[in-house]
C-alpha cells in the first residue's frame, strides 16, 4: 500500500473519530460508523433527536494545494447521488429507526493544522 493512501486513510479514521466523539457529546446517537452496504460505505449514521442523519465526514490538512479550500465543499453532485443511495439501502436493510421524523445529509470538514489541531466545517443539510 502507498505511503500516502495509508496516510490519507489514517487522517480520515482520526477525523471520523473526532467526528463521532463531538455528535455523542452533543447528544447524538451513533447507530453505525463506516457501514458497509452493496454499493458502498456510509461514514456515520446518527440519530439527531428525531432525524435520522447520514454524515459524510472529508479529511485535510491545512497548508495542502490539492482539493478545496475546505475539505466539507468536496462532495460533489455524483457523490450526494451515491450518498442518497446508500441512504435506501441503509434504511431497507434495516426497516429504519422507529420514530423517526425526517432524514437528513450532513457533511462535516475537518482540516487539521500544522499543530494537529482540528477546524471542523459542519454543514447540517447540506443536500
Do not use: C
Not at 453505525?32 to 490538512?61: C, H, Q, W, Y
Amino acid at each position: 500500500m502507498p505511503i500516502v493512501t495509508f496516510a490519507r486513510q489514517r487522517l480520515g479514521r482520526a477525523a471520523e473519530q473526532l467526528v463521532s466523539t463531538r455528535l455523542e457529546g452533543a447528544g447524538w446517537q451513533i447507530l453505525g460508523r463506516n457501514v458497509r452496504l452493496p454499493s458502498g460505505e456510509l461514514d456515520i449514521v446518527a440519530m439527531d433527536a428525531l432525524t435520522l442523519v447520514f454524515v459524510e465526514v472529508k479529511a485535510g490538512r491545512a497548508g495542502t494545494t490539492l482539493g478545496p479550500e475546505r475539505p466539507a465543499h468536496a462532495v460533489g453532485r455524483r457523490k450526494q447521488l451515491k450518498l442518497r443511495r446508500l441512504a435506501r439501502e441503509w434504511i431497507a436493510e434495516r426497516r429504519g429507526p422507529s420514530g423517526v421524523l425526517g432524514y437528513r445529509f450532513d457533511v462535516i470538514g475537518v482540516r487539521f493544522g500544522p499543530d494537529g489541531l482540528p477546524d471542523v466545517d459542519h454543514i447540517r443539510q447540506a443536500f
